[in-house]
């Protein structure tokens, strides 16, 4: 496959496989073999934006790896074990929308902390649901009480 250059507008870039090296919050990450282009006039590499996202699920499976995190094939399988949608998930975690998807896609790194729940849901998914679940009740009823507390001072400060 070619294409234009889209770095000096000129030269014809074709598709080329190489070794790739690059920095994910600040740790070195080598992958064997990278899909990119490169143009035959000024000899940039470039990715396009296909090749620019499954870079980035790459170097980030790889992170993940050498971190020793799950796969995001393994949370899948995990929130599916114990029947939970990925909303009830990020619920239960007290994370923002989307965050599950994004590790089950692979576009993001679940924090270590996310990782370790994960694998205890894993191996007794009864007792750390159940715990899991009432934190969020606890936390929901300490939310609640903190608005209730500062109602009225918003009403006196209108």
């Known amino acids: ?35 990119m282009f490169r143009c035959a006039e000024c000899q940039e590499e470039f990715f396009n934006p296909e090749q620019a996202q499954a870079v980035s699920v790459e170097v980030k499976n790889t992170v993940r790896r050498l971190s020793g995190l799950l796969p995001p094939e393994r949370i899948l399988a ?11 998930l990020e619920r239960l975690f007290g994370q923002g929308p989307k965050v599950v998807t994004r590790w089950e896609s692979g576009r993001v790194i679940q924090s270590k902390t996310a990782d370790t729940i994960l694998r ?12 899991l679940k009432k934190v969020e009740k606890n936390r929901g009823q300490a939310q609640r009480k903190q608005a209730q507390s500062e109602a009225p001072e918003m009403a006196a400060a209108r």
């Open 1 to 35: 496959m070619k294409m234009t250059c889209p770095i000096c507008g000129t030269g014809q870039a074709k598709q080329i496989k190489k070794a790739y090296r690059t920095m994910y919050d600040g740790q070195p990450v080598s992958l064997p073999k990278v899909e």
């Open 78 to 88: 995990i929130r599916e074990k114990v029947h939970l949608t990925q909303s009830e």
């Open 120 to 131: 205890m849901l894993e191996k007794d998914p009864d007792i750390i649901l159940s715990l």
